[in-house]
């Protein structure tokens, strides 16, 4: 029978690995990130109304 202890540890491991990971993703995110008022102003209106 597998002894608890070990298997455990294992466990907190790959669970504290996948928090850094996603600590490094958010942390990549937000710097990427790009506010809305330049995402807004990016598209010209006329765009749009070329449409019509």
């Known amino acids: 029978m597998e002894h ?3 298997h455990s540890r294992g466990e ?3 669970a504290a690995e996948r928090e ?3 600590q490094r993703i958010l942390a ?3 710097a990427e990130r790009i506010p809305v ?3 807004t102003s990016a598209v010209p209106d006329r765009r ?3 449409d019509r």
Do not use: V
């Open 4 to 6: 608890d202890g070990g």
């Open 12 to 14: 907190q491991a790959e």
């Open 20 to 22: 850094a990971a996603k």
């Open 28 to 30: 990549q995110a937000e």
């Open 37 to 39: 008022e330049e995402t």
């Open 48 to 50: 749009w109304r070329r």
